[in-house]
T-cell receptor, first 113, second 116 residues
């Protein structure tokens, strides 16, 4: 079975500063990796996903993530955050050939002016 | 394209009462998921349907939770009787096909349940 660990539960950051959210996974087989964002009182929205190919994945709203197989990581980055990026971010993993999506506990990002 | 619809958005009940949630997936999506998201945790899959058949309900507390997807479209999730620990956000999601690849799951806004 696969699992996901998000290493930071809360990340405060100033507006226009960079942010990195860390995600590590464990799986005995190949995986697909996802980052979702959840704004207050809303459902989850896909930011980006890694299926295969280039290890650097670009998503919506200026986010990108890098898949590192040797370190079993899929960290999310944004070079300059906005107040509107305040939200909860979830890393998720799905084993190839499986249908079940396993989520991490989430990282709350609070952007301050 | 309309997204995943859920109702109600909020529900407050007393323990031992029953409650039902409704979900309408994106048109044409074969697979529908119900997740439970407890405060401070990531979503946990309760049940997955493909069309109107159950693919996985291993995490569904079947003594009190039930779900159905009639005609392979809308779905309802019911809790009877509710316990305090059922307080959570219940998320519905859908995907185009079987979900066995890297395809995206699209989430509804959720139903926030508080059991007193």
């Amino acid at each position: 079975a696969q699992s996901v660990t998000q290493l930071d539960s809360q990340v405060p950051v100033f507006e226009e500063a960079p942010v990195e959210l860390r995600c590590n996974y464990s799986s005995s087989v190949s995986v697909y990796l996802f980052w979702y964002v959840q704004y207050p009182n809303q459902g989850l929205q896909l930011l980006l996903k890694y299926l295969s190919g280039s290890t650097l994945v670009k998503g919506i709203n200026g986010f990108e993530a890098e898949f590192n197989k040797s370190q079993t990581s899929f960290h999310l980055r944004k070079p300059s955050v906005h107040i509107s990026d305040t939200a909860e971010y979830f890393c998720a993993v799905k084993a190839a050939g499986d249908y079940k999506l396993s989520f991490g506990a989430g990282t709350t990002v609070t952007v301050r002016a | 394209e309309a997204g995943v619809a859920q109702s109600p958005r909020y529900k407050i009940i007393e323990k031992r009462q029953s409650v039902a949630f409704w979900c309408n997936p994106i048109s044409g999506h074969a697979t529908l998921y119900w997740y439970q998201q407890i405060l401070g945790q990531g979503p946990k899959l309760l049940i997955q349907f493909q069309n109107n058949g159950v693919v996985d309900d291993s995490q569904l507390p079947k003594d009190r939770f039930s779900a159905e997807r009639l005609k392979g479209v809308d779905s309802t999730l019911k809790i009877q009787p509710a316990k305090l620990e059922d307080s959570a956000v219940y998320l519905c999601a859908s995907s185009l096909s079987s979900g066995g690849t890297g395809e995206t799951q699209y989430f509804g806004p959720g139903t926030r349940l508080l059991v007193l």
